[in-house]
């Protein structure tokens, strides 16, 4: 029998691979599941053929998968993603590629996705992406990600396909750089701590442990702490530098960068950070590495912080989430502690975390137990990502 794709190409037409037609809410056109986040910033509604989703929040997204493990698209290279809707196209569109195991119960998964910015490849609702404008590895593409909704207009989505050419007189323009999103350390044996914001009351104790149990950390600093003199973070920092930590960026004001409006908010934040911790932390600061507020993600945040940081820039995520955003204050502060353990089994490497709370900052020491038990080395994040000026070791 002739497969459904030869027939295609015989009679000329150019859909390649049809990815969704929504006809159902559970699963796509080729039988792999789809759907969209749980939680208040996002409503999607299916029905006759169509999705609509309507977001309040840049944290939520729309999947869609190519397959539930790995799938090789790295034939496509050449072809088009092409998305068909109507109302607003100020979103991203992502294609995530999973972890070497294809596996996702593993951490990280995914492993990390490149982005686009969909306004710049939509006319009239037609959306035309070369899959070449995501530099992902494509042996292990999972499936694309509709994300970052910034306009309270809905969107609705009618067809996602893979097509082989543009339609005639259709152009697409060049891909904006995007640096790397990095979930995981991949020095082998190592182990890194993230350590963004805090509060001021436990800026000393925290330093104080990480310097009693002999660790090299990287400091992710919002540049409006250093304003303040109150709070002697730009002391803080200056001493943590001293002391051969390093010490990187996390936006200045602390907002979910993807969801400024206007956009050019997001540029500023860039800049009066990266001027902000030049001025009062000098040259040292690691400034090509970011981490997102909230973990915030978009093509725009992506794209504006290239530019900022003059190319070569990382956006640093993590691998193990020690949830203090959801225990510190609770009255189960341990389970922070299980929060580790869980992601460490998965075999995640890279640590996020605040000084925000007491119960965070008392467990610390336990956290760096646990990461030395797991034979690795911990180390600045540079450092277990090979990065040539890093510090040696
Ligand atoms: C500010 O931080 C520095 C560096 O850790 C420290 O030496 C100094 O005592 C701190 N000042 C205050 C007022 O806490
Ligand atoms: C970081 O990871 C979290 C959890 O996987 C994800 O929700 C978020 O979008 C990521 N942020 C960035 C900037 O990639
Ligand atoms: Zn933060």
Redesign the pocket.
Known sequence: MLSPLFLLSLVGLSTQLVIDKFASPDSNALGNWHGCDEGDGITCTFGSGKLTVKATDTDYSFYTQLNGGCQDVTGMNSQYLHVKISGSSDFSIALQQNNPSCDETLSPYPQTWDIVYAPDYTVNGDIYVPLSHFNINKQKAVGFAFKAFRSTTATTFSLVEIVTSLPSGRTVPAKKPTGPLIFQCTRPNSIAFGIDDGVPELA?RT?QIIKDAGIKVTFFTVGSALTDPEG?FT??YK?ALDRGHQVALHSMTHPKLEGLIPASKIDQEFQQSLSTVQQKLGSRVSTKYFRAPYGTDGALTRQKLETAVGGGSRVINWSIDIEDWLWGESSTPEKQVEAVKRDIARGGNLFVSHYLYPSTVEYFPEFIRLAKATGKQIMRVDQCLEDPNAPPL
């Open positions: 000393q330093m002697n002391a803080i001493e």
